[in-house]
Antibody
Framework: EVQVVESGGDLVKPGGSLRLSCAASGFIFSNAWVSWVRQAPGKGLEWVGRIKSKTDGGTTDYAAPVKGRFIISRDDSKNTLYLQMNSLKTEDTAVYYC?????????WGQGTLVTVSS | QTVVTQEPSFSVSPGETVTLTCGLSSGSVSPTYYPSWYQQTPGQAPRTLIYSTNTRSSGVPDRFSGSILGNKAALTITGAQADDESDYYCGLYMGSGISVFGGGTKLTVL
């Protein structure tokens, strides 16, 4: 089955760090450009950042609110995408989704909840 | 800072056609923004409907279509059904690797 599954969400204190994972299966993950999108409680979707395939340079781009604090990486040998979140703020509280398009199929995981609170 | 704009809410009767739009606070949307559309029902993950202006994601019914209308991207639902009642988000590629979502449109079918 073609799917992506996020994990790693947790309750963390302001200023803390957390790493999310997105495990891909059923497609050639190494060829995919993959994004992180988040959704704060009761709010709309917010693009967080994206990583290109290594074939296309493997570069990353980030939304302004997370640039310098969040790092997206990938391990193609494990078919896994990561989101390292540092210096977390209360406004980072959200469900985090990974998403990509593979052979005309848009893929989203079920999301993982990150709560930043003291 | 350019904002991506969507109607906050829209209402349609079953069987009717509805067009939701996605614009910019400054400027016009063109195919170079690679407009995409997503559907989300409460408590569920988003679902990709359309990407690159008018390419339907696999499994999406052909009553969902994307286009550019005037200076905006548009999502047209032909023959709205009760289970189309959802939140709809558009996304635009703003250049320099950055994408932005609109605030979403809450579609009511009644």
């Amino acid at each position: 089955e073609v799917q992506v599954v996020e994990s790693g969400g947790d309750l963390v204190k302001p200023g803390g760090s957390l790493r999310l994972s997105c495990a891909a299966s059923g497609f050639i993950f190494s060829n995919a450009w993959v994004s992180w999108v988040r959704q704060a409680p009761g709010k709309g979707l917010e693009w967080v950042g994206r990583i290109k395939s290594k074939t296309d340079g493997g570069t990353t781009d980030y939304a302004a609110p997370v640039k310098g604090r969040f790092i997206i990486s990938r391990d193609d040998s494990k078919n896994t995408l990561y989101l390292q979140m540092n210096s977390l703020k209360t406004e980072d509280t959200a469900v985090y989704y990974c998403t990509t398009v593979w052979q005309q199929l848009g893929l989203w995981g079920q999301g993982t909840l990150v709560t930043v609170s003291s | 800072q350019t904002v991506v704009t969507q109607e906050p809410s829209f209402s349609v009767s079953p069987g009717e056609t509805v067009t939701l739009t996605c614009g910019l606070s400054s400027g016009s949307v063109s195919p170079t923004y690679y407009p995409s559309w997503y559907q989300q029902t409460p408590g569920q993950a988003p679902r990709t409907l359309i990407y690159s202006t008018n390419t339907r994601s696999s499994g999406v019914p052909d009553r969902f279509s994307g286009s550019i209308l005037g200076n905006k991207a548009a999502l047209t639902i032909t023959g709205a059904q009760a289970d189309d009642e959802s939140d709809y988000y558009c996304g635009l590629y703003m250049g320099s690797g950055i994408s932005v979502f609109g605030g979403g449109t809450k579609l009511t079918v009644l």
